[in-house]
């Protein structure tokens, strides 16, 4: 029997975890959903929802200042059986507490209450864990874990203004 010399690639494994002391500056109870704030292109973007049921990483048209769009129109049936047509994709640079990713996003132009969704192509390509009752999204980088904390009060804001979207 000869046994392998080749050496072995050694992986890290950072191990993410929540804790209660994670909520302690949360308004308790809630049902809020994930909203955070990060620098897309060179902006500054608020009212992103972190969403792990979508396969899309919708960005609406209102929110691109200017921008390309590239690639061609495509189809987004909503959960609730809607269908929109998108205006085509873009490639935009994420960046969040020091990890940057580049991020396809498929082009809405429709009155919508979150400027940006990152759905499950995000959270994968970060490695990233969100948790809606911790109200934050943490993933690995370079230097240990990384952490961004959810608005609750920017999420109720874009609660109530999806409801009135709908109304109309």
């Known amino acids: 029997m000869e046994v392998s010399r080749e050496p072995r690639e050694i992986k890290t494994i950072t191990l ?6 994670d909520t302690q500056h949360l308004a ?3 049902d809020d959903m994930l909203v955070i704030t990060l620098d897309i292109a060179t902006f500054e973007v608020s009212k992103v929802l972190i969403d792990n ?9 209102s929110t691109l200042q200017r921008a390309d ?7 987004l049936i909503c959960f609730t059986s809607e269908i929109s047509m998108s205006l085509g994709t873009i490639r935009l640079l994420v960046l969040v507490a020091g990890v940057s990713k580049i991020v396809e996003f498929t082009v809405f132009d429709r009155p919508a209450a979150y400027n940006v969704i990152l759905g499950t192509s995000w959270i994968y390509q970060m490695k ?3 948790s809606m009752y911790h ?24 609660y109530l203004i999806s409801h009135r979207l709908k109304i109309q």
């Not at 049921?53 to 048209?61: E, K, R, T, Y």
């Not at 769009?69 to 189809?75: F, K, Q």
């Open 16 to 21: 993410i975890a929540f804790k209660e002391f």
């Open 28 to 30: 308790k109870p809630h």
């Open 53 to 61: 049921g979508s396969l899309v990483d919708p960005i609406f048209l």
């Open 69 to 75: 769009i590239v690639g061609p129109p495509t189809l």
């Open 128 to 130: 990233a864990v969100p």
């Open 135 to 158: 109200q934050c999204v943490k993933f690995p980088t370079p230097n240990g874990v990384g952490n961004v904390k959810g608005d609750q009060k920017m999420s109720r804001s874009c």
